[in-house]
């Protein structure tokens, strides 16, 4: 199993400073959830890659990272993180527990934002705390195309009365996203641009 991990003890990853987190989360990234090839994306269009986040956020060591990084950058003013399932689901968990457990000690709310509403109870479709109206939310996602789904997780959040200030990714495909936020007066920020990880992943695996 130790195979699955990178050689960076947990107690180095909770010490190090959030820049300094940057380079093993882009090595996790490298080692597998990017892949190339001939791939066909959720939003239709072709791709010559493909980028499977949840093989860094569903791992013990990524999502310590992610939540890390991702903390730093949710506005001070924010109450909860959100995010549409499934890609989001380990996102605001993350965030939120290292925001409970880490030395701001700092209260985030998660919650998820189903794509079709609940079939049976509340038929809700947002699941977590209900919190007040007009609460300011930060959404995430793990990496974005077309940006088509944090923004049905924006309007879903909307319609509940909450205030979405800003979103965050993991990665950005730059392949319109910013722009269809831009365009909804989102304020949106990446971690990683997909230049980012093909520069790294071809230094990993040269020709």
Known sequence: MDQLLIDVPVATLLSLKTDELRSPLLDLFCRGAYQEGDFVLSSGQRSTYYINGKLVTLHPQGALMVGRLLLDLVPPETVAVAGLTLGADPLVTAVSLVGVYGDRQRTLFPLIIRKEAKGHGTRAYIEGLELPSGSPVTVLEDVVTTGQSALKAVDRLQAAGYQ????????????????????????????????????????????
Do not use: C, M
Request: aromatic letters at 10%; glycine letters at 6%; hydrophobic letters at 45%.
């Open 164 to 207: 979405v200030n800003q979103i965050l990714a993991l990665v950005d495909r730059q392949q319109g996203g910013a722009e269809l936020y831009q365009s909804h007066g989102l304020p949106f920020k990446a971690l990683f641009t997909i230049q980012d990880i093909e520069t790294h992943w071809a230094t990993l695996n040269p020709a």
